[in-house]
């Protein structure tokens, strides 16, 4: 396994964005076929690829799923106000909530916007009515049903 070192902020040049930009889009990859696509040298493109990984540009791969295979065909975003001093607290708690995708810190009139996954509108209810509302700090929540994701992750 890598140690992971962060720097504050990476020097990238138009080599390392290729890279990064084409295993965003096929994170499987393999190197010499990486090489291939950005125009490089295996060598060199092991050695970016590992220098990525390395200072945390590139932080995991993953298996992006339609939730839609998975059962889950309702999607809403959840803005959700709270009471400010909790909010680490609260955000951990959120993050453990089934059906909780994605959560995010933000600033306005909400203090996190999640977003949801539910098997019907049924589930959705009860994932908002009965576990984010009783997560203790949550003081309210505005939740907006998404009719169509037009561009997924």
Do not use: C
Not at 101 to 109: M, R
Request: without cysteine.
């Amino acid at each position: 396994m890598r140690r992971m070192v962060v720097q504050s902020t990476p020097d990238l040049d138009v080599l390392d964005r290729k890279i990064v930009d084409t295993l965003k889009r096929n994170g499987r990859l393999s190197i010499p076929a990486l090489a291939e696509a950005v125009g490089t040298s295996r060598a060199t493109a092991y050695t970016r690829f590992d220098r990525l990984v390395d200072t945390g540009v590139i932080t995991g791969f993953r298996a992006t799923v339609d939730p839609r295979h998975l059962g889950l065909t309702v999607s809403a975003l959840a803005m959700v106000r709270i009471t400010q001093a909790r909010w680490r607290t609260v955000a951990d708690s959120l993050a453990t909530i089934e059906g909780v995708e994605w959560l995010a810190l933000s600033a306005g009139n909400s203090d996190f916007v999640l977003l949801l996954r539910a098997r019907s509108l049924e589930h959705l209810r009860d994932v908002v009515l009965e576990q984010v509302l009783a997560v203790e700090g949550v003081r309210g929540i505005e939740t907006r049903v998404l009719l169509e994701e037009l561009r997924p992750r």
